[in-house]
């Protein structure tokens, strides 16, 4: 029996647990699930708080002012929380009305896709709690919004867990889908956040965002480097005003949770839900009225997000997740997945690598291959060039010079060898769609941030380790480390993206010629800045050496290899064929065909590619930072909360679920910096059944994606 149909007499159900007067004696009692800790139950009125917008509605969310605090050093949980929706609904989505904000989504668009004329704000409940152990390590900060609009009677989950490395409000976009559709949404910030452990000062984040010393806050900080008084005052005296990271630094290896912690947001939010709900005795006990068999429960998000919802989709024993619907998802594929992509008529010769060996081979050769002749008319690539290849201080066009010198390019010319090294990054899996991206990627510092924070992650590395020389400080304009204002630390829980750099904290190269500063200004051993080089190839050398350290990350690497194995679980993948963080032949292709050898005739997993779409929707509406952006790209949001639609319809009235296709869109176009506002036409609908010339087909062991 497939979920659709056994998730279609819901209502049925319902009502015949209501007529077996009162009928507790047939269900189990509603248990508060051992891993939680104390709840936190707000309530907001939709008006001057809320759920989804936290009382800024369209138009707060929207504006180019951010919520302030009362008191900068002090701010409140309340005001935190503000600040934290408002940043990450931001982070994820273009906010400008040309890009499509308030037309094609945002909170004033409805769950049909009306445009209506309200600020879209959502009266519920929302609950807050840790999971844990017992012994404040693990304190992985689960969250459950139960809109007023919850119908006991077509009860629906949405998973929304965090996207990147950031906290538990990471997911927020996603979230609007559930909350528009009357769902409960789940979400964890599964082991990551950003606001960090302050090891000078030794203060730490509660679950709120706020702040307190470490002794005080005990096992209730959402996080705690956990070294000893005397590792501590060494570490400060040997590298002062440094910062240990959630995701970085907690010894957890927390990607490897992932699923678990998305399904034990889905039990929270079973739990909270028959507490509200359930069915009641007359001593007052709750009991388990809703359930899997008569609950729709969509995993998703984006990105690590969007990976946490496969993974407990591959981990689900108790038929808690009725159905996924993902987008640009980073999962990690067995080391020889025994499955081939082809594109067009070529088959692809690298697929399949994890998150940390395709960004380390980023981390060598972006900054280079940004500086290719072929890439100058690409968004911020101008920019790029003077910034990085000035006279008084060539450091991109030197990490071109160094990679010759190690023997890792052969070209003689800073130009000749940034095309060498492009044609490196292409020849290792990346999309010829991704080259314009690779320039604004490099001038972000995004490889280089993303491979220090997993390395360490996977290789359980703690701050005191400085793992290839890094660690996390705030740095002067030339490079040097300094102490971070009171005033940026204490709104990182909203502010930052959990993987430096983020709200004043850089990455730092400890081993600079001249003292540690930010890796991008360090200097090597023979005083050349070039980009830090050297802490590139000990990353790289973690994945792919033999030595005792690159054996323990290559270890924790293993613990996060997913199966292919959704268990017959209908599922939907969408993701931008221009992606250059997380390539569609690392990720979301591969995926697709292990899957189909997995689980043969029973799978039920389609993929949408789309073109023109890429992994920052945020930076198409940053026109005047990013100029080409928004001639370029379409928002790959779109096709998420159109997969969520699709899902949605087919869990709960039976609806078929649209075939494997790439869907062909239309990019504004007009001039950088200004182009004409999106409309339908620019982002087509998916196909149930798409024409032959679009259809990604699966034969063997292939998969096969049409140009």
């Known amino acids: 029996m497939t979920h659709s149909l056994r998730l279609l007499p819901s209502v049925l159900a319902l009502a015949a647990l209501a007529g077996c007067g009162g009928g507790s004696s047939n269900l189990s009692p509603n248990l508060k699930p051992a891993y939680l800790g104390d709840i936190r139950q707000t309530a907001y009125d939709g008006n001057s708080d809320d759920l989804l917008t936290a009382g800024l509605g369209k138009t707060g969310l929207a504006s180019a002012t951010a919520p302030g605090f009362a008191d900068p050093l002090k701010p409140t949980a309340a005001e935190l929380r503000r600040l934290a929706i408002y940043t990450n609904y931001r982070a994820i989505l273009d906010m400008t009305a040309a890009g499509g904000y308030g037309t094609l989504y945002g909170p004033n668009v409805d769950a049909a896709g009306n445009v209506t004329a309200g600020e879209g704000k959502v009266a519920g409940t929302e609950y807050i709690a840790y999971s844990d152990d017992g012994t404040g390590r693990r304190n992985v900060t689960l969250m459950v919004q139960v809109p007023a609009s919850f119908d006991k009677s077509r009860p629906c989950i949405i998973t929304a867990t965090a996207s990147g490395s950031r906290g538990v409000y990471g997911g927020i976009s996603t979230g609007e889908w559930g909350l528009k559709r009357g769902c409960a949404v789940a979400y964890a910030d599964k082991g990551t956040g950003g606001a960090p452990h302050d090891l000078q000062n030794n203060t730490v984040p509660l679950i ?3 702040r307190a010393g470490a002794a005080a806050a005990g096992t209730t900080a959402a996080f705690n480097a956990g070294l000893s008084a005397a590792d501590l005052a060494a570490f400060n005296t040997a590298t002062p005003n440094r910062f240990a990271f959630k995701h970085a630094h907690s010894g957890q290896n927390p990607e490897k949770d992932w699923g678990r912690s998305t399904l034990q947001a889905v039990e ?3 739990y909270v839900l028959n507490e509200q709900f359930g069915e009641k005795d007359g001593a007052g006990q709750r009991y388990v009225s809703l359930k899997p068999s008569n609950t729709v429960v969509i995993a998703s998000s984006i990105s690590n997000g969007g990976g946490a919802a496969i993974a407990a989709a591959e981990q689900d024993t ?8 993902v987008s640009e998802p980073a999962v990690e594929l067995p080391a020889n997945p025994g499955v081939s992509v082809r594109r067009g008529s070529t088959t692809v010769a690298v697929i399949g690598k994890t998150l940390i060996d395709f960004t380390t081979q980023a981390n060598l050769f972006q900054s280079c291959a940004s500086l290719a002749p072929s890439l100058a008319a690409t968004p911020y690539a101008a920019a790029y060039t003077a910034g990085f290849a000035g006279a008084a201080f060539p450091v991109a066009p030197n990490r071109c010079a160094s990679l010759k010198a190690q023997g890792l390019l052969t070209a003689s010319t800073t130009a000749t060898q940034a095309e060498e090294a492009l044609q490196k990054l292409l020849a290792y899996g990346w999309e010829p769609e991704s080259s314009d991206l690779h320039a604004s990627l490099a001038a972000f510092e995004v490889a280089p941030a993303v491979a220090v924070t997993f390395a360490n992650a996977l290789s359980r590395s703690s701050v005191k380790d400085s793992l290839c020389g890094f660690s996390f400080a705030a740095t002067a304009a030339t490079g040097g480390v300094v102490a971070l204002a009171d005033a940026a630390l204490a709104p990182l829980f909203a502010t930052g993206n959990g993987v430096p750099p983020t709200g004043g904290v850089n990455l ?12 991008f200004l360090s200097f090597n051993a023979a005083g050349v800045p070039d980009w830090n ?22 270890a924790g690497v293993d613990e996060t290899r997913r199966s292919g194995n959704l268990h017959g679980k209908p ?4 993701h931008g064929r221009s ?11 591969p995926y697709t065909a292990l899957n189909k050898v997995v689980e043969g005739s029973a799978s039920q997993l389609s993929y949408i590619e789309v073109t023109n779409a890429q992994h920052f929707d945020t930076f198409i509406g940053l026109p005047t930072v990013l100029p080409g952006y928004d001639t370029r790209y379409v928002p790959l949001h779109v096709y998420l909360n159109r997969a969520l639609d699709a899902m949605y319809e087919h869990l709960r009235d039976g609806k078929a679920l649209p075939q494997s296709q790439v869907v062909r869109t239309t990019p504004r176009g007009g001039t950088p910096g200004a182009a004409p506002a999106i409309t339908a036409a620019n982002v087509p609908a998916i196909a149930t059944t798409p024409a032959a010339a679009n259809a990604i087909g699966f034969a063997g062991t292939t998969l096969s994606v049409p140009d």
Do not use: E, M, W
């Open 208 to 210: 709120d965002g706020t």
């Open 268 to 270: 929270f939010a079973y």
């Open 318 to 325: 108790q038929g808690l997740i009725s159905g996924v619907a």
């Open 508 to 519: 730092v190269n400890n081993n600079g010629k001249f003292g540690a500063a930010r890796d």
């Open 533 to 554: 080089l050297d802490g590139a190839l000990c990353l790289r050398n973690l994945v792919t050496g033999n030595d005792a350290a690159a054996l323990k990350l290559q």
């Open 571 to 574: 599922a939907l993948i969408v």
């Open 579 to 589: 992606d250059a963080l997380l390539p569609v032949n690392h990720t979301s292709r």
